[in-house]
């Protein structure tokens, strides 16, 4: 499975730079000029979560094992990328296929690194790369909404469906408001999410800072975090260029960088929890001593759904699973003392996996 963000923003504004200092490494060029990336850069990162270390530590595990999320770092967009302007509407599709969008904004003042815009006005840009998306979305639904007539006509019920719903994006869109303003009913909500619209993919605005505002923000990042939570959305400050260097430090050269800085955390693993938070993703544990392992799956998933996870066999051969809580586990002391003191669980097909639960999969093969 795998939840992906894509990293979005105008061009020049920190998106490899923070993309390197998630990914630890230099993959992505990161440079001083507008369009520096052509094609996606895709890598994987490590969701910090200090429970697994607590759970091995008691477990004696010998490896710890981290879930996982994908980042792609998406060229540039300009005004007018969905008419072909800049690089022209080709990238819109590696937006599509992402879960989230983390939107890079720059909030930081450098005379050396150019703006396309030539001024620094985060809001402003937030509203440039909403309104391409919102018209990228129109000219998409006005492709498909052709596509659909006949089916449509010939009474086909997924095709009336979606047109149902793509007319309610478009009645929207054409107030100027994303699609994800739509209410969409329960029934309606897989066949909606198929629509990969872009203005229906949740937000995380990053407010890219200065070395000096890391800790505290600065009035930039204020008005992102003001317009955020008029939108309902989210929003962090970090500073890109702070965070690829801490990057490439050992971990305690690092703790001691950040000190300094006045950070409690690195900015990064802020952004990958938030990012966390906004797709509803939780985290259940397999603990044992060869290795403590976090796995990451939608809030409200089914036992049998969350073994798929792990193996497909898990899922179809499923029995049940012995559930710990987190807390007993930590409280107790470890598998064998909570279960003595009657603290596992023995859950069904119909078992919703808690946040933090530690299990273990019974399955016929
Ligand atoms: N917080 C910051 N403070 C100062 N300079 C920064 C900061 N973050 C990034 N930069 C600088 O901004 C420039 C552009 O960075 P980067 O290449 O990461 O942008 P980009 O958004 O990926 O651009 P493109 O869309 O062209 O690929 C680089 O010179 C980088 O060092
Ligand atoms: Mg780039």
């Known amino acids: 499975m795998g ?6 923003g105008l061009p020049n504004v920190g998106k490899s730079t923070l993309f390197n200092a998630l990914t630890k490494t230099a993959a992505a060029q990161a440079a001083n000029f507008p369009f520096c990336t052509i094609e996606p850069n895709v890598g994987e990162v490590a969701v910090p979560d200090s429970r697994l270390d607590k759970l091995a530590e008691i477990a004696g595990s010998k490896q710890i094992i981290p879930t996982r999320m994908t980042f792609v770092d998406i060229a540039g967009l300009v005004k007018g990328a969905s008419k072909g ?8 599709a590696n937006i599509r296929e992402v879960d989230a969008i983390a939107h890079v904004l720059r909030c930081f003042e450098d005379g050396d690194v150019t703006h396309v815009e030539g001024r620094v006005d985060p809001v402003a840009d937030a509203e440039t790369i909403e309104t391409e998306l919102m018209l ?4 998409s639904i006005e492709k498909r909404l052709q596509g659909l007539v006949r089916k449509v006509r010939g009474g086909d019920k997924e095709a009336v469906q979606q047109e149902a719903l793509l007319r309610a994006a478009l009645a929207v869109l054409e107030e100027g408001k994303p699609a994800r303003t739509v209410q969409v009913d329960a029934e309606d909500a897989k066949a909606w999410k198929g629509l990969q619209l872009l203005t229906t993919k949740p937000i995380l605005y990053v407010c890219n800072v200065d070395e000096g505002s890391a800790a505290e923000g600065n009035d930039f990042s204020a008005q992102v975090a003001k317009m955020a939570a008029e939108q309902g959305a989210a929003s962090v400050v970090i500073s890109a260029q702070i965070e690829e260097e801490i990057s490439q430090l050992e971990p305690d050269e690092a703790g001691m960088f950040l000190e300094e800085m006045g950070l409690h955390e690195a900015g990064l693993d802020r952004l990958i929890r938030a990012g966390y938070e906004l797709l509803h993703l939780e985290t259940y544990f397999t603990v044992g001593p060869k290795e403590a392992r976090a796995w990451t799956i939608r809030s409200g998933t089914s036992a049998p759904k969350a073994a798929g996870v792990i193996h497909g ?5 499923f029995i049940r699973a012995e559930t710990i ?3 007993d586990f930590i409280s107790l002391g470890g598998e064998q003392k909570a279960k003595d003191a009657g603290k596992m669980r023995a859950e069904g097909k119909t078992y919703i996996v808690k946040d933090g639960d530690v299990l273990h999969f019974l399955f016929n093969t």
């Open 325 to 327: 809580a987190y807390d």
């Open 3 to 8: 939840f992906k963000m894509g990293i979005v």
């Open 313 to 317: 066999d898990f899922e179809k051969g």
């Open 85 to 92: 302007e800049g690089l022209g509407n080709q990238f819109l």
């Open 136 to 139: 990228a979305d129109i000219e």
